[in-house]
């Protein structure tokens, strides 16, 4: 197909968008359909001749979105938001068209140049030390294995990418609230999950330090090297943080490296008035947070930041003969700060953001964030039939039902109003009860939006309190 071809094409795919997201609160929340429904309208074989751009739009009406959950729609409130806008889709779309694949400055010194510029950008916005060098991962789990990695390696004198682990014992500790990203990064990165060490917590979620320092303390005596803190800030479940202040200066004193993972809370650094939720982020080695959650970038994106270079680089890097560049060692080549060496160009669309909104912009978005889910915080407080379970932090209400069984009806609403349609939430549970996790977070939320869900949460368990006829 020419450039003519694709101006009708790419013409017709943003109508396509627009129309979606013109038309999304019409489709529901949650896709409807049972497993396999999809499946079962594909082509059992490929197609033998080639078809048609107008088909393959057609089938994507037909099958397709049928299938999709929709994350842009203001009501899901599930899980946390994957967030795009429209300067975000336009930065991937000329991405796609550029279709460089960025592994050194080389290959696109823009994108190398464009990278290191939004990191520095973040840096400002969010007041990280000046100090930290930042590069675009895929995700935040990326980003965590990225972190231990380093410490790994670190902390063996880069003895482990050598050798492998020679009996060497070392130790991660976490949270029992942290996310499974770091289960997943222990086993990658080889420490086994044995020798991941997981830390009780207060009821607020955050992880007790005397309890950090007491296993480190028994790991010590046992003959186990600590490796790793990975503090939480913004745990999945209830949105809890860990006092970094004071785990900072545990892993200090001991010598172990403090990764921080603020996937989501992360972008609330923005706001000068959040940030002691994060106090202490400034003494950690590493830290990961997405703006593909709340700061409006399409997945995916995760901003990850590192204290010490020259640790990363040499735990990533090696330097085949066809690699090799002129410009080595003068210029940022990211294929050296990560795991793959094949890397899209997730720089422009950030860039997009933060310029099209402006500082003022995001800052603005996120307080309407928060100041909405205050005032389901208040509505919950006033009622008879809700009950909050965790204290409000940002743009997160954790609450269950106040009837008894309290379990039952809060798990029966939850799913009566996925079922609906016409909002999407999720749970989790907080000392074992289940609770309604309800996140404020989406691109185009507005007020209406937020009355829309708070009312569905009464009216669905009226419904469920009245006995059906029988
Ligand atoms: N860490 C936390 C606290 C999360 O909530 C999540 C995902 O929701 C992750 C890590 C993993 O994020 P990603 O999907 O970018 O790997």
């Known amino acids: 197909m020419n450039a003519e071809g694709l101006r009708t094409f790419g013409h017709q795919a943003v109508d396509w968008v ?58 899901f409130h599930a899980y946390f ?135 480190i303390e028994a790991d010590l005596a046992a003959g186990y090297q600590p490796c790793a803190v990975v503090g939480a800030s913004g745990t999945t479940g209830a949105l809890g943080f860990d006092p970094l202040a004071e785990l900072a200066v545990i892993c200090k004193e001991y010598g172990i490296w403090f990764h921080v993972d603020a996937a989501y809370a992360g972008s609330a650094l923005i706001l000068e008035e959040e940030r002691h939720l994060m106090k202490g982020l400034e003494a950690a080695d590493s830290f990961v947070f997405n703006p593909h959650k709340w700061l409006f970038t399409n997945f995916d994106c995760a901003a990850y930041y590192v204290r010490d270079k020259e640790a990363l680089l040499r735990t990533f890097e090696i330097l085949p003969e066809y690699l090799k560049t002129k410009t080595r060692g003068t210029v940022n080549d990211y294929r050296d700060w990560g795991i793959q060496l094949g890397r899209r160009f997730r720089a422009l669309k950030l860039w997009f953001v933060i310029r099209y909104y402006g500082a003022e912009g995001l800052r603005a978005k996120l307080r309407q964030h928060i100041e909405w889910t205050q005032w389901v915080e208040q509505q919950i407080k006033l009622s008879d039939e809700f009950e909050l379970l965790m204290t409000r932090r940002l743009n997160m209400a954790v609450f269950h039902v106040k009837a008894a069984p309290q379990d039952v009806l809060t798990e029966r609403l939850l799913q009566d109003i996925n079922a609906s349609g016409k909002a999407y939430l999720s749970h989790t549970k907080v000392a074992g009860s289940y609770a309604i996790r309800l996140v404020l977070g989406q691109t185009n939320l507005t007020f209406e939006h937020v009355e829309k869900v708070w009312k569905l949460l009464g009216e669905h368990l009226v419904q469920l309190a009245t006995p059906s006829p029988s």
């Not at 037909?62 to 299938?67: H, K």
């Not at 014992?169 to 499974?180: A, F, K």
């Open 18 to 75: 627009a129309d979606y997201f013109q038309s999304i609160e019409d489709l529901p929340v949650k896709s409807q359909v049972k497993p396999g429904d999809i499946a079962s309208q594909l082509a059992p074989t490929p197609p033998e001749k080639g078809e048609g751009l107008d088909t393959l739009i057609g089938d994507v009406n037909d099958i397709v979105l049928p299938g999709i959950t929709h994350w842009q729609h203001p009501n």
């Open 81 to 215: 938001p994957g967030n795009s806008s429209v300067p975000s889709f336009v930065a991937e779309i000329l991405t796609a068209g550029l279709g460089a694949q960025c592994m050194v400055w080389e290959t696109s010194p823009a994108a190398a140049e464009l990278e290191e510029h939004v990191m520095n950008w973040l840096k400002q916005l969010m007041a990280l030390p000046k100090d930290w060098h930042g590069v675009i991962q895929d995700t935040a789990s990326t980003g965590t294995l990225v972190a231990l990695l380093t410490a790994r390696e670190q902390m063996t004198g880069f003895q482990v990418n050598e050798e492998g682990f020679e009996g060497r014992r070392l130790r991660i500790y976490c949270s029992s609230e942290t996310h499974s990203s770091i289960d997943k990064a222990v086993r990658i990165a080889g420490f086994g999950s044995n020798n991941l060490v997981k830390i009780p917590v207060d009821p607020e979620h955050g992880m007790i330090p005397a309890e950090l320092r007491a296993h």
